[in-house]
């Protein structure tokens, strides 16, 4: 069933089968609403329910089943035993600094003769470059292992064989049409041959279970603090956090709750969550934002060494350092939205159905975090482009869900000099003087396959949720659902026909406060950055309204239950 809220279009399940639920709820002794929002996330049987909630040890498979994982640890093996160098390249994201730092701990601790190389981001590029192989030969390293990256380095791996280094690539990138670069060993669950049954790791879950093999192969226990990293790294990339990555961020966070290193003390400290236990959610908007500005350090090295913590004062600094430079990335990329949605809003820029804009002085680092904001403002893919010195614009594309931005920008591949990138989001480079047909024949595959947009983006809603069952029990079952995020977000309920009995209450004048009250119930909901809902609420007290919400799990005081309103609609 399908709704029109203000901002958005409600998708509303349609109605489960109330024996199924019950059955579940009893079964696994839940809240009901949380059992149909099992139901409707397709577990629909009791035991479906219970093996994702608890997500077994069961669902991890074996490690030599990754094609080519033997033959790279029987390498890795001799080249320990033989003390050759080995070079880790990686990559400035945070996947590629944690998958880094997790095979650099690794290694080291087996007394490997270790060291690793990360691209600088305005220097390098992305990836292994020939000019890498070519310095690893000249200083004598005779293995090269990527993470996190490789699996389109045919140039490097050519210049590898050709100097008599041995490549191992481990990736979790899609391989491409012409084939796999000519490497020693190739570990990426993607890649046509590949038996492993799950396929959604990150780079740093493939460096994981590679080292795991190397371990299991040497008797030997993997170290404990690899879990962080490795919770770390799935989580900020945003693979589903489902089956293999569910069990293993669940495991890690539930190991961070008893120690964590001094690394990642320095990050919650930057974010004032010292004290709190943290959550995937916390992670995703507090911490990962934060590892992610390594990448804007001069020397990106400086990621890898903070994250092995190995000196104390060498973290602490390179903390700080993080803390200022994430907060500047915040408040640069809050400047720019600002600067492109006045641009919308007085006409400077066209709202037409793939919106495109571009701009001088924007950071590169910044427009991807903009093109999403700008796409789930409108309701539409956005393209953020910035001028380079020769003439070329180069940017950020940002999808919608229903729209493959990767399959379109093909489709225009002969305007543009180069692009990649999936479905959600993409990179993009273009003369300056073809901006305009981009747009327009952008905009026309939007139209086409889509349909035109009427700024309403969707959003799934899970379930109904009566205001009388907003107890504690429910809030308390719903924790079982976590750890949430890609692949497994927090549930969306709608809650039907309420009324608004007194005056709305407005904070910072951008945050709006209802009290809402059905059949003997009461309970504040808030609605963060929708400042244009004041008068909505005060045209309508003592009229009933329906609200779709998420249920804040009382971050500041446990136990308490906090509705956190995403959009409403006047009651049908
Ligand atoms: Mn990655």
Known sequence: MIREGLNYQWRLPAHADSAAVQAIASDLNIALPIAEVLYHRGYKTAAACRDFLFTPAEVISDGALLKDAERAVERIIRAIAAQEKILVAGDYDVDGVTSSALMMRCLRDCGAQINFFLPNRMRDGYGLSVKTVERAAQNNYRLILTVDNGITAFDAAQKARE?????????????????LPDAYAIIDPYQESCAYPFKGFAGVGVSFKL????????????????????????????????????????????RLGRTESFALRVLKENARLQDKKLSSLDIGFYIAPQINALGRLDDARDGVVFLLGSNKEDTLRVGKVLGHLNEARRDIERKVSEEII?????????????????????????????????????????????????????????????????????????????????????????????????????????????GPRDGRLPIIVDGELPLCDIQRSLV?????????????????????????????????????????????????????????????????????????????????????????????????
């Open 476 to 572: 308390h079952d719903l924790a079982y659902l976590e750890p949430f995020g890609a692949g497994n977000p927090p549930p969306t309920f709608y809650v039907p026909r309420v009324v608004c009995t007194d005056k709305p209450q407005f904070f910072k004048e951008r945050h709006v406060k209802i009290s809402i009250f059905h059949e003997g119930e009461r309970r504040s909901v808030i609605f963060f950055d929708r400042p244009e809902l004041y008068q909505f609420f005060c045209d309508r007290i003592h009229e009933p309204i329906d609200l779709v919400v998420h249920i804040d799990m009382g971050n500041k005081y446990p136990g308490t239950i906090e509705l956190r309103g995403i959009d409403c609609a006047a009651a049908e």
């Open 211 to 254: 080292m795991s093999l190397l371990y299991k192969k040497l008797g030997r226990e993997i170290p404990d603090d690899v879990f962080e990293l490795l919770t770390l790294g799935t989580i900020a990339d945003v693979v589903p956090l489902l089956d293999e990555n569910r069990y293993y961020v669940r495991e890690g966070l539930r």
């Open 342 to 450: 006045t641009q919308i809003e007085s006409r400077q820029v066209p709202l037409t159905d793939a919106l495109v804009v571009v701009g001088t002085g924007w950071q590169p680092g910044v427009v991807g975090l903009v093109a999403s904001r700008v796409a789930s403002k409108y309701g539409r893919p956005a393209i953020v482009l910035h001028k380079t010195s020769d003439g070329l614009v180069k940017g950020s594309c940002r999808s919608i869900p229903d729209f493959n931005l990767f399959s379109a920008l093909s489709q225009c591949a002969s305007m543009l000099i180069s692009f990649g990138g999936h479905a959600m989001a993409a990179g993009v480079c273009l003369k300056e003087s073809d901006v305009e047909t981009f747009r327009t024949q952008l905009s026309q595959i939007v139209r086409d396959t889509i």
């Open 163 to 179: 100097l008599g280094v041995d490549l191992i690539i481990t990736d979790h990138h899609r391989p491409l049409e012409r084939g």
